[in-house]
């Protein structure tokens, strides 16, 4: 559809910026974006047990979920059950994959782009229990797209500033350019009074725009900060988590190339560059249990918190990692008139089309339980629902005109005000049966 509103507007232009929307249901919003799975292939199974989410089709329908085969391989790749969370690397969601994946909406392209079965593979509720739990728990989207078709850096630029302002790639020299005019998200929270903080666990994804950091240093926190915090019940209005990147993240290795002033900041937050435990994120080739195991940990701290009937949680991902969706992005409104940097042998394009949908779920007590929306969304939806929450000027074209995340909700009935059971990850990997 065409823009409604401009960038700069107010959600609503008769209360004066930083009004509180007294309608939506939560005084706390906290914002987790883990890294590189597509719904289909996260939870995608999940179509079988509940009709009304849009996910794989599987056997014994006639017609099951595949791709087309590359050379030297079978006609036809159906989609196929995973057996462990370790990940192959035979994946890719780079600008020129990712528009060889969707394929114009066909949607098949993903085993001819990997010149591998591995982005056919989906997850059981067997192997991933947490990530079934909460989608089965709460209310997940049906159709949350990432903001353009390709990697993390260009996305999480989108949820952070509304725009990717030229970024297509996850590289270093992306760091070095400069902010966007407008700002960010966090420029307009600060200069409206309201609290926020982006809690880490080794690296700030924050830092994907080094002027946060630089800009906003007091708020940015550990990880186990936000633990006290959340049990204390003393959350900021706004709450960025991000788990540990580990130490053989590609964007991890990506921020060790930051600039030496913003290194040097982050290192007196207690940021660690030089981290060697597991990831946490989720991207390849790191286990999926590890990513399993601390979304739980903070689910619990967050379902157990003394202001939880006042909290909402986005629980999302930054992109589709190259694994197989079946639902064909949507077109969007392009955010700005800067037009993306393309490489030697990029196809052509825009920002005027999502990437292929990841899973989304918010978490929240007056969450519609088990429930599905159907609305279209992409990662500005969050800044959409801190700026509907707060009454802030829009960044850009894009968030003005993105839905917020109200359709999830049903502010009249906390029908999960009493904290549901959310199940646990099975054990660590390489441990056996009994082993703690």
Not at 352 to 365: C, K, L, M, T
Not at 372 to 386: C, E, P, Q, R
Not at 408 to 416: I, T, Y
Request: charged residues 15%; negative net charge.
């Amino acid at each position: 559809p065409p823009p409604r509103r401009r960038p700069g507007s107010l959600p609503f232009p008769h209360l004066p910026a930083g009004a509180v929307n007294a309608e939506m249901p939560f005084d706390h919003l906290i914002v987790v974006m883990m890294e590189n799975h597509s719904f289909d292939n996260l939870v995608g199974a999940l179509s079988q047990t509940h009709r009304d989410v849009d996910g794989l089709t599987l056997p014994p329908s006639p017609d099951p979920s595949f791709n087309p085969g590359a050379p030297h391989m079978p006609a036809k790749i159906d989609a196929f059950a995973l057996t462990s969370t370790a990940q192959a690397k035979n994946i890719s969601q780079t600008w020129k994959a990712t528009h060889e994946q969707i394929n114009g909406g066909a949607m098949d392209g993903f085993v001819r782009a990997a010149g591998a079965v591995e982005p056919m593979g989906y997850y059981t509720r067997e192997l991933l229990p947490f990530a079934y739990s909460l989608a089965s728990t709460f209310t997940l989207a049906n159709r949350w797209f990432p903001s353009m078709p390709g990697p993390t850096y260009p996305n999480r630029r989108f949820l952070l500033a509304g725009t990717a302002y030229g970024a297509t790639v996850t590289a270093p020299e992306t760091l070095l350019d400069p902010p966007p005019a407008h700002g960010t998200i966090f420029d307009e929270l600060s200069a409206h009074n309201i609290s926020w903080c982006n809690y880490f666990t080794d690296l700030p994804l924050t830092a994907v725009i080094p002027s946060i950091p630089i800009k906003h240093s007091r708020h940015l926190a550990s990880i186990t900060k936000f633990f006290r915090d959340c049990q204390a019940g003393i959350l900021p209005a706004v709450s960025f988590v991000d788990p540990a990147l580990g130490a053989f993240s590609d964007v991890a290795n990506a921020l060790k190339s930051l600039p030496a002033p913003v290194r040097e900041i982050l290192k007196v937050l207690g940021a660690d560059f030089e981290n060697t435990t597991p990831g946490e994120t989720e991207e390849d080739p790191q286990d999926m249990y590890w990513g399993e195991a601390w979304a739980h940990r903070l689910l619990e701290a967050v379902l157990q918190s003394p202001t939880w009937n006042r909290t909402c949680l986005i629980y999302t991902y930054d992109e589709h990692g190259g694994y197989y969706d079946h639902v064909p992005p949507p077109r969007a409104i392009p955010p700005d008139s800067i037009a993306p940097k393309l490489s030697p042998g990029d196809p052509p394009g825009g920002y005027d089309i999502y990437g292929p949908r990841v899973p989304a779920v918010v978490v929240s007590p007056y969450s519609r339980p088990g429930g599905v929306s159907n609305k279209v969304y992409d990662h500005t939806s969050v800044l959409a629902t801190i700026e509907a929450k707060w009454n802030l000027p829009a960044l850009t074209l894009r968030d003005a005109n993105a839905n917020h995340i109200m359709d999830f909700l049903d502010p009249g009935e906390p029908a999960l005000l009493d904290p549901p059971v959310l199940a646990a990850p099975p054990k660590p990997p390489g441990l056996g049966v009994g082993e703690a």
